[in-house]
Structures are given as structure tokens and as C-alpha cells.
């Protein structure tokens, strides 16, 4: 089974300029989350896509990033125009989207793809 | 607001000794914890995760303990080997699938 896809892997770019990144998920997965990585941190959440429905952005900064997944599949995540501070590993992650009860066996498990290191000059 | 912390950056054991990774989270309403594994330039991997009403879950080599009261989980390796070294990021879940993650602890096994 395809795991998660990721382009590109690597991307510099100056202050100011734009840039976008790309994911596919795995085939079947409803439920799409793009994460921000910052050195020595962990992984921060983003934004939520539940098929091509938005279901959480609050921690995307909105005035600059934007993301879309037009028809329930790929999506792209974009920043215009980008500041120092976005350089960051930037990872797509996926899930089938079940709902799942607390307290049963199991979790909506995601998983991650190899993420894309931007590096903003 | 850091709602999950791993306060150890880093922990080195010897190769056939216990790992022991620690985590502590503030957010009583957290349903699920996880553990994700990750090696340079790959995303990270899931490997175990343990439901809010349980205190222990192993598979294999690995083992998560959670204390509730602690607001405290912790996940055992045995016996540690090389392949294991990696950062380990510890998750907390809630009710819409949302991860919260740590700051990530790296773990070094020697032979």
C-alpha cells in the first residue's frame, strides 16, 4: 500500500516570495491534516480537511498560508508571502476519517508522509 | 500553552537495557495518547497508543503506562536495540481526531 506523497522534499526561497507544497494521502483516506514543524519541536496542527471540508484551521495563520483540497483527495498548502520565521518541516498526514467512541479499542490512526523542509532565506 | 511535554530532549542506554521515555500533558479531556517514532528526513511512524481509561497497553517490545491522576504517561522499551534509536514524539488525541504533540525526546541506544 502507497504511503503518504509528498512534493517537493526540499525548498528554499527568499522573504517575501511564495511557495506551495503538495500532498496526496493514502488512497481511501478521508480525513487530511497538514502539521508545521519547527527544529526541536513537534509537530504543530494546521488545518483538518475531512473529505474537501475544512473541519479545524484555528492554528493556521491565515493572513499568509493558505490550503484547499478541491476534490476530496490531493491537497496543496501555500504561503505568500513567507517570513523567516515559517522555515519549517511542513507534513502531510492522513486517516480514514471513522468516527471512533473514547474508550473502544482503536484509534483513527494517521499517518504521516515525508514532510517538505522549507527553508525561507 | 504547552499541553504535552517531554521534558528529556535526549536519553542514551545501552543496547538490551529498558528505555524509558517520559510524558506529561495538562488537558483532562484528552481521549487517546500516542507514540510516534521518528527517523531523519521520514515522517513520523506510529507506534503504540493507550485509550484515557486504560493504564497499561503493550505490544512486543513496547509498553505505555498511563497515570491519570499524574497527568503522566510513559512508554517502556525492552530490551532496547540500535534500530530504536530515533526521536519519539509523545500525542495526545481529542474528541475530533486532533493531535497535540510534545517537543519530542531522542533517544540513543549504543551497542
Known amino acids: 500500500e502507497a504511503g503518504v506523497a509528498q512534493s517537493p522534499r526540499y525548498k528554499i526561497i527568499e522573504k517575501r516570495q511564495s511557495v506551495a507544497f503538495w500532498c496526496n494521502p493514502i488512497s481511501g483516506h478521508a480525513t487530511l491534516y497538514w502539521y508545521q514543524q519547527i527544529l526541536g519541536q513537534g509537530p504543530k496542527l494546521l488545518i483538518q480537511f475531512q473529505n474537501n471540508g475544512v473541519v479545524d484551521d484555528s492554528q493556521l495563520p491565515k493572513d499568509r498560508f493558505s490550503a484547499e483540497r478541491l476534490k476530496g483527495v490531493d491537497s496543496t498548502l501555500k504561503i505568500q508571502p513567507a517570513k523567516l520565521e515559517d522555515s519549517a518541516v511542513y507534513l502531510c498526514a492522513s486517516s480514514l476519517g471513522r468516527l471512533t467512541t473514547p474508550g473502544t479499542s482503536g484509534t483513527d490512526t494517521q499517518y504521516f508522509g515525508p514532510g517538505t523542509r522549507l527553508t525561507v532565506l | 500553552d504547552q499541553q504535552v511535554k517531554q521534558n528529556s530532549p535526549s536519553l542514551s542506554v545501552q543496547e538490551g537495557r529498558i528505555s524509558i521515555l517520559n510524558c506529561d500533558y495538562t488537558n483532562s479531556m484528552f481521549d487517546y495518547f500516542l507514540w510516534y517514532k521518528k527517523y531523519p528526513a521520514e515522517g513520523p511512524t506510529f507506534l503504540i497508543s493507550i485509550s484515557s481509561i486504560k493504564d497499561k497497553n503493550e505490544d512486543g517490545r513496547f509498553t505505555v503506562f498511563l497515570n491519570k491522576s499524574a497527568k503522566h504517561l510513559s512508554l517502556h522499551i525492552v530490551p532496547s536495540q540500535p534500530g530504536d534509536s530515533a526521536v519519539y514524539f509523545c500525542?495526545?488525541?481529542?474528541?475530533?481526531?486532533?493531535?497535540?504533540f510534545g517537543g519530542g525526546t531522542r533517544l540513543m541506544v549504543k551497542p
Open positions: 500525542a495526545a488525541r481529542n474528541a475530533g481526531n486532533m493531535l497535540t
